[in-house]
Structures are given as structure tokens and as C-alpha cells.
């Protein structure tokens, strides 16, 4: 069995749209603050993640 192989053919468009879900589900209180903010240093090459916003963060500024 091969290992898997990172889909070239995605636009940044298409990463910005699956981390806005997966920013939701943090925003939801499904998904904690460590994993999203690990989540997006991971495509932080990818795409802009200042235009996403943290859970914690987001109160803290509250």
C-alpha cells in the first residue's frame, strides 16, 4: 500500500474553503482551539490565515 499523496491540482481557493469549515466546527465547540491553530500553521503557505480567527482569541479581544 502506497502512501498518500498530496493533491496538486488544489487551489488556494479550495484550502481557504476547507479551513473555513474546519474554522466552523471551532466556533461550534467541536474542534479545539490547539488543533485549528495547528491546522492552519500547516497551510499557513497556502493561504492567508489572518483572515481566520481563533475561538479563544476571538473572546479574549471581547
Excluded: C, W
Excluded at 490547539?34 to 471581547?62: H, K, P
Aim: no cysteine; aromatic share 8%.
Amino acid at each position: 500500500m502506497g502512501a498518500i499523496k498530496e493533491k496538486t491540482d488544489q487551489t488556494p481557493d479550495h484550502y481557504f474553503a476547507a479551513l473555513k469549515l474546519i474554522e466552523q466546527l471551532n466556533k461550534d465547540g467541536l474542534l479545539p482551539d490547539f488543533i485549528l491553530r495547528s491546522i492552519l500553521r500547516d497551510y499557513a503557505n497556502m493561504v492567508d490565515i489572518s483572515r481566520f480567527a481563533i475561538q479563544s482569541e476571538r473572546l479574549e479581544t471581547a
